[in-house]
Structure formats: C-alpha cells, structure tokens
C-alpha cells in the first residue's frame, strides 16, 4: 500500500518523498484513515515504529485543509511528550513534514530560556510540542491561547505517567476545549492508561501494532555470561571491535554507574559521553548530536536520560546493567533496528540476574539463550577499584530515592504546583498574566 492511497495532502507527499520514505509502515497503515475521519485513536506502539509520522501527517492534512485566519495567535494542535529530547525530535520531524504546507510548530520545554518560548506562544502555531511541566508554568501564567486546540497528542503517555505528570496534564487538558480529537500513544496498555482514555477520548480506537514485546526481527539479541567484577573490561573488549561497533548506546542503571563507565572507556582512548538527569539541557544536546555526527562512537545512558532518542544508525545496544524495570529492556533494544536497519544488542547477565532473565522471557514470550562470550578470558582477575568506583548509589528497589529512578519530573514543580505558587491559577485563563513571580 502506498502513501499516496491514504488520503493525505499533496504537499505532505511530497515532504514524505523527500524522507525517503516508500511505504508506510504497519501503525502509519493503520492509524493515518482513521485519524484522517477525526476519530479518537489510543495507538500501543514504541518508539521506532513510525509512529510520529502515523499521528502528523494525518493530523497535519486535517489542519491544511481547514486552515482559516480565525487560527491566527491560537494553537491548533498540542503535542505532549515526556522528555525535551522527544519534543525536540518531533518538532524537528513535524517541520520536516510540514515543508510545502507550511505549517507553523513551536515547542515548549523546561532547561532553556521561555522568553522565545512565550513568544511562539503570542504569535500562535499549528503545532505546539510541549513537555507537560513547562507548558504548565507558561500556561499557568497566562501565555498560549488553547481556546482553538482541534488536537491533542500524548505520545509515550505511558512515560508521562510514570514520570509524575498525570497532575499535570490533567490541569492542561481541563483548559482544552471539550471538543477535539485525542491521540494517546503508549507503549502499554496498562490500567493507568486505560483510565486515561476514559477520562480523556471519546469512543477511541484501539490500534495495537507491531508489539516489540515480541522484539523485532531486525535486532539480534546476544547474552553473554559475565560476573559483575568483568562487565567493564568485557565492554572495553567488545568496543576494541571499531570496525562493526560503529555506533553503540550503552545502557547504565545509574547516573553514577553512567559516568563510571564513561570514565573508564575514556581511560581506553574511546571517545564516548554520558547522559542523565544530572547533564544540563546543553550538555545532553551536545552529547546528542555528538553521537549522530559520529564524533563520539559511544553513548552511555540512564534509562529516563535515553527515552525519545531517536537515532538512525546505532548498531549495538549494550545492556551494561540489566533494566531494572523488565519493559525498559524492549524499549532498549528498539533503540537499534529502527526502521528496517538491522542491530544487535548485547546483554550482560550476572549471576544476580539469572531470576530477571526468566522473567523478562515471559513477557517477550521468547526463550532467549545466555551463552558465554568467545574469546573473553573469565579466569582474569578483575582490576583494582578505583577511589572514584566507591561513589554511594542506593539501589532504587530499596526505595526511591534517587530522583533519576523516582519517577518523578527532574527539578519541575508540576506535582506540588498550588502548594509552590500558593494560589492556584487555572491554566491558560486571561488575564492571569504574570510579570514576575517565580521562575
Ligand atoms: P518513530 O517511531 O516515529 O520514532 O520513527 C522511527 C524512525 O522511522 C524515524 O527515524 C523516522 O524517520 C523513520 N520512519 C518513519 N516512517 C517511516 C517510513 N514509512 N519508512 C521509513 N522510515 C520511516
């Protein structure tokens, strides 16, 4: 089936000609027809599925067409994501789709300066990409016409909730109008999401495509045995392999565990960055774009820190540690393998492990064989700890104190809004503006 049978717009064509893309993929088949009929869609699919092209182009051809100047200075279709790294990959592919159409997007997320950000928000945009903490804060103090929103997207919803944004989302949607088409994307259909549909969608249509819970055939899944005292000196092994370990994303639990790694590969003259909740927005965008210009040939990450990257080209995912939530390892995995490339990804399973294994085989429905790693000397004796090995890291089971694996937004103040301001301000109400106050 090609694009140009779906119903979308000439100049959508035409910019998704220019990506070059041939087919659509299985969750785009889908969901484009029925998004294209103004029906509510509650869409189960990962990241690396298409699915951001499988909710804009069809929402980007219902805005085209009906595009008049009573839109002027209002927003017309709000895209809420968790992280500012997925707001700024689906504002870029937005603008890519967007290219003869001439759509306007704008994007609002927390780490940068709001003053371009509230100005966006005066001149009004077809697309508005937002995380829900920094759209709360702007909306909150007046910025942002939301009266004309026909659309709103929550895309990884599954993600905001875990990150503590149900609060905060429920305040942004309580100032939509009631009258408008709702996308949910998840990678779950959890209880929580279920709710959220009931609250939020009329009647939705549930698609559910290509569950990488049964994990793509693209991505060749490898365990390899190794006692924990070895992961480092097995990674710094396997990476001596340049010439396939092209562009590798390695997995850490921690964000002390991260730069731990990160320090030990540079002590091997491998060229590598960190990223997690502890980098500056900056610093996580150079590391980025780093990675994808293939300055650096590795990337090591926290799982919240990676969510929504979205790079081309990465042929090996390294589990250095073993996801602590067992569907953090498919979302892991996805990140090689994307749209038809092939990627492996590697898994190294202590003996700790072997109970999370089992586990994580039942809900992949897959037996997946954990073999021992050839080549690689097991009766070496481990290297001496350094001084900056003993940094203290709590074990996030043990309870959640590291904000990173808490769930809970980094420095926001969504979920404690009215207490932090002291009066509540509804979201988006005119003549609310604020000038000063806290930022
Ligand atoms: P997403 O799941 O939206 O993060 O998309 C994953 C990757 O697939 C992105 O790099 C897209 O550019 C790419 N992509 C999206 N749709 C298609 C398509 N129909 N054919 C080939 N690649 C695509």
Do not use: W
Request: hydrophobic residues 35%.
């Amino acid at each position: 089936m090609p694009f140009a049978s779906l119903g979308l717009d000439a100049s959508i064509l035409k910019a998704v000609a220019d990506q070059g893309y041939t087919d659509p993929t299985p969750i785009q088949k889908a969901t484009i027809p029925v998004i294209l009929e103004g029906t509510d869609v509650i869409g189960i699919a990962q990241t690396g599925t298409g699915k951001t092209a499988a909710f804009t182009l069809p929402i980007l051809t219902r805005l085209v067409r009906t595009r008049t100047n009573a839109h002027k200075a209002k927003v017309r279709c709000l895209i809420l994501a968790p992280t500012r790294e997925l707001v700024v990959q689906i504002a870029e592919n937005v603008a890519a789709y967007s290219r003869y159409s001439g759509a306007t997007v704008a994007t609002c997320y927390g780490g940068v300066s709001e003053r371009p950000q509230i100005a966006a928000l005066r001149k009004g945009c077809d697309f508005l990409i937002a995380t829900p903490g920094r759209l709360l804060d702007l909306g909150s103090q007046g910025h942002g016409d939301f009266s004309g929103v026909e659309c709103l997207v929550l895309d990884e919803a599954d993600r905001m909730l875990d990150m503590g944004f149900l609060p905060a989302i429920n305040t942004i949607v309580r100032a939509l109008p009631k009258e408008r088409q709702t996308l949910m994307f998840s990678a779950t259909l959890s209880r929580e999401i279920e709710t959220l549909t009931k609250q939020f969608q009329k009647s939705p249509k549930l698609i559910e495509v290509g569950r990488r819970s049964n994990p793509a055939e693209t991505v060749t899944q490898l365990l390899y045995e190794c006692p924990s005292s070895l992961k480092q000196v097995m990674l710094n092994q396997l990476l001596k392999d340049e010439e396939n370990f092209k562009m590798v994303l390695v997995f850490a639990r921690t964000k002390h565990g991260a730069d731990r790694v990160c320090r030990k590969l540079e002590a091997e003259k491998i060229h590598c960055a960190a990223i997690h909740a502890n980098r500056s927005q900056a610093q996580r965008q150079r590391a980025l774009q780093a990675f994808k210009n293939g300055e650096i040939r590795v990337l090591v990450a926290t799982d919240i820190a990676s969510r929504g990257i979205d790079v081309d080209g990465i042929t090996h995912v390294v589990n250095f540690d073993f996801p602590d939530q067992l569907e953090d390892y498919v979302h892991r995995i996805g990140r090689t393998g994307r749209a038809q490339a092939k990627g492996t990804a590697i898994t190294f399973i202590t003996r700790e492990n072997q109970g999370d294994l089992r586990r994580l085989e039942k809900i992949i429905g897959k037996h997946l064989h954990c073999g021992k790693l050839k080549d690689f000397d097991y009766s070496q004796q481990a290297p001496a700890r350094q001084p900056d090995d003993f940094v203290r890291e709590r074990d996030p089971r043990a309870g959640a104190h590291n904000s990173e694996r808490s769930g809970r937004p980094q420095g926001g103040r969504h979920g404690g809004f009215r207490a932090a301001q002291g009066k509540y301000r509804p979201f988006g109400r005119p003549g609310t503006r604020r000038t000063g106050g806290p930022k």
